[in-house]
């Protein structure tokens, strides 16, 4: 079985179409050319609608796409129209279900759109990939974001963390292969023209700026941050996140 799951929430006929094939060829090229999880599903949400929520949780109106891990958080935040389709349960016994380990989101401007479609779903998908491959980083990843005296030097925009790189860099790299490095440039320069914040302006730079085919070391590039931060996560342990079963215990030794 795929352990990638498309929902599309019906919208209209003709768009909902196209959306599908769309994200059925950004899961293909994941099947094909990353080592898939074995014993983890998830279900990418590809709404018809947008989510103010879901955008002033994450980044504000810039914000395209989330990748969600259900486990140990739940989705008591979510909207009860979703739930039926993320964790659906059984009506006798009001018995939950929960056949996902992770929801990716994409609001209903993101999927209108072919090519941004792509870049935010495999981006999601590589986020799902570290947390399914490598815990330790991602959740490094995750309280380096959490930090409460950011921005700091070294991380002072959102793409600055590896993990965020990282899924840059996929995104960029799946889109180029669906649709070719011309019309991915010319989304870009689109994006980079019309963003609305600094900081999405900014984000645009750096994905113009980076190469797809950059071989990335995750792991390896959150060492030195590990390094430089080390009091500042050790004490997001022992307080904020001392009762997260991945946060809160996971050891800084990476
Ligand atoms: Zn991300």
Redesign the pocket.
């Known amino acids: 079985m795929n352990p990638v799951v498309l929902h599309v929430e019906p919208n209209n006929h003709e768009t909902d179409g196209r959306i599908e094939r769309v994200a059925n060829q950004v899961r293909d090229y994941f099947t094909l050319n990353f080592a898939m999880p074995t014993n983890a599903r998830v279900i990418c949400y590809l709404d018809g609608t947008d989510r103010d929520w879901l955008k002033q949780m994450w980044g504000g109106a810039s914000n395209r796409g989330?990748?969600w891990p259900i486990r140990g958080q739940g989705l008591h935040d979510w909207p009860q129209d979703m739930w039926c389709t993320i964790a659906c349960s059984d009506p006798p016994s009001g018995e939950i279900d929960w056949p996902y380990e992770s929801v990716i989101y994409l609001h209903g401007s993101t999927c209108q759109i072919e090519v941004q479609l792509a870049m935010t779903l495999a981006?999601?998908l590589?986020?799902f990939l570290q947390y399914s491959h490598q815990r330790q980083t991602w959740a490094i990843n995750t309280l380096l974001a959490k930090l409460p005296y950011l921005p700091s030097a070294d991380l002072n925009h959102?793409y600055d963390?590896p993990?965020?790189r990282e899924?840059?860099i996929i995104g960029k790299r799946v889109s180029e292969a669906i649709f070719g490095k011309l019309v991915v440039n010319n989304h870009i320069e689109i994006m980079a023209r019309t963003s609305c914040s600094v900081e999405d302006a900014a984000d645009w730079s750096f994905i113009r700026a980076l190469d797809s085919n950059e071989a990335y070391d995750v792991r390896a590039a959150t060492i030195p941050f590990v390094e430089r931060h080390r009091q500042g996560l050790e004490d997001l342990q022992r307080t904020t996140f001392s009762a997260d079963k991945d946060l809160g215990t996971v050891s800084l030794d990476i």
């Open positions: 989330v990748h981006h999601e590589q986020h959102w963390l993990a965020e899924a840059r």
